[in-house]
């Protein structure tokens, strides 16, 4: 004996799986049945994290640490962990 389940969606968001259930060669149905038994099984676990955003100073803050990076400022490499060690220990 089977249920049926109904459910609201996004559009977009029904639409991205069913073409990736159609890519994979498998009925969207199959997918979420098989998503569905892989949860009820513990095979399958949801971890929803919200998207992080940051305050406007978090922002520049960020922004500004990416750019010195990617020029190489503020930056100091080691050749070794001794000589890390050395210089964290000599500040």
Known sequence: MTTQIVFTIDPKVKAQAMKRAKQAG???A???????K???EGRFSVDIAPEERFN???RREIRAA???AEQGKNIISFKNAAEMDKYLLSL
Not at 30 to 36: F, G, I, N, P
């Open 26 to 28: 498998v009925p969207f």
């Open 56 to 58: 406007a100073k978090t």
């Open 30 to 36: 199959s997918v979420l049945k098989l998503a569905t």
């Open 66 to 68: 990416l750019r010195d």
């Open 38 to 40: 892989a949860f009820a």
